[in-house]
């Protein structure tokens, strides 16, 4: 199994940028792909940024494209959310997701706890 722990969300000002980090720990030898994840006040969860192990694969939700870069660093077993130019509707809780293989847009078996980020106007 693997552990997600998210880290690097707070308040930041519309316009700003966040960096958000998610380590993984437990069976982390086989290869994985790790997402991202979110979910407003009152609204469903979303998918917004994906990456495969080798990051040869890269998928974002069209809310993000442009403006949110997903990267991993697999020596230290971390996924990164850089998130800039933020917009008020991009305030939500942020929740890391991995999986074992090579799919990226598939149900997610392994999550963290989410980070909140609040975007003020």
């Avoid at 006040?41 to 495969?52: D, H, Q, S």
């Avoid at 998928?59 to 020596?75: C, E, L, M, P």
Wanted: glycine letters at 10%; one cysteine or more.
């Amino acid at each position: 199994q693997v552990q997600l722990a998210e880290s690097g969300g707070g308040l930041v000002q519309a316009g700003g940028s966040v960096r958000l980090s998610c380590r993984a720990s437990g069976r982390t030898r086989s290869r994985y792909v790790m997402a991202w994840f979110r979910q407003a006040p009152g609204k469903e969860r979303e998918f917004i940024a994906g990456i495969t192990w080798s990051a040869s694969r890269i998928y974002y939700s069209d809310s993000v494209k442009g403006r949110f870069t997903i990267s991993r660093d697999n020596a230290a077993n971390t996924v990164y959310l850089q998130m800039n130019s933020l917009k008020p509707e991009d305030t939500a809780v942020y929740y890391c997701a991995a999986n074992y293989g090579e799919h990226i847009l598939i149900s997610y078996d392994y999550w963290g706890k989410g980070t909140q980020v609040t975007v003020s106007s």
